[in-house]
């Protein structure tokens, strides 16, 4: 049973990335660079552009590797670690984006971060050990 659940979650979190990753490239872009540091030193289409192809290739990998599962995890856990300066700037600086048009909602979608680290390591993670 452990591992239908860890192949579902895997299934939706790489559905969730590909979508993602492709609302960054199209419908949602505005939206997205609301994420974005400014104290990052690139434009910020660039950065959701790039962001959004990663997301796609994660995603993608996620939901097609069959060898080195378990790494692709890793770099999916890391992305996730890397973009959350992103929604700290969001709160930080008060910018509307995805409905989160209030510091409370901004805040509270902090401690999602972690949920989504946790589920690329869990649902990657080998059932037999």
Known sequence: MSSVARTIGRIFLG????????????????????????????????????????????????????????????????????????NVAQWMHHRDGFGLDTDMKRFVRLFFQPVLIGLALWSTRDSRR
Do not use: C, K, W
Request: proline fraction near 6%; aromatic fraction near 10%.
């Open 15 to 86: 559905s969730s990335l590909v979508f993602a990753g492709v609302s960054h490239l199209t419908f949602a872009r505005d939206e997205f660079q609301a994420q974005v540091p400014e104290s990052l030193p690139l434009d910020p289409d660039v950065t959701v552009v790039a962001s959004g192809a990663v997301e796609i290739a994660l995603g993608s990998a996620l939901l097609l590797a069959r060898r080195r599962r378990r790494f692709t995890g890793v770099v999916a856990a890391l992305f996730f670690l890397a973009v959350f300066p992103g």
